[in-house]
């Protein structure tokens, strides 16, 4: 059973800065793509970055440049540094993985950007 558990989040103020973390258990985790999601309040899950097993990334346009995700496969840990925070970045941010063709998801963490 792939077990994804999402660390991290809080408050934050405009221009400052988060470190996410998942840790994920019952996967062959350094074999698996990860990705973050984020569902901001009232609105849809929206996807934000992804790292393929190798360590290529690829980003959501509106965190392009602000955010970084990045892996530790000797830890089974995922990690997204949001930086430059805006207040449209608050949602709720998950861990997500397509392990053995099913979806896998976190509960979240909550990230609240605000003066």
């Known amino acids: 059973q792939v077990r994804l558990v999402e660390s991290g989040g809080g408050l934050a103020q405009p221009g400052g800065s988060l470190r996410l973390s998942c840790a994920a258990s019952g996967m062959a985790f350094k074999y698996a793509p990860m990705t973050w999601y984020r569902q901001p309040p009232g609105e849809q899950r929206e996807w934000v970055a992804t790292?393929?097993?190798?360590?290529?990334?690829t980003y959501a346009d509106a965190v392009k440049g602000r955010f970084t995700i990045s892996r530790d496969n000797a830890r089974n840990a995922l990690y997204l540094q949001l930086n430059s925070l805006k207040p449209e970045d608050t949602a709720v941010y998950y861990c997500?993985?397509?392990?053995?063709?099913?979806?896998?998801w976190g509960r979240g963490t909550q990230v609240t950007v605000s003066s």
């Open positions: 997500n993985t397509n392990y053995r063709s099913l979806e896998w």
């Open positions: 790292i393929s097993s190798s360590g290529t990334t």
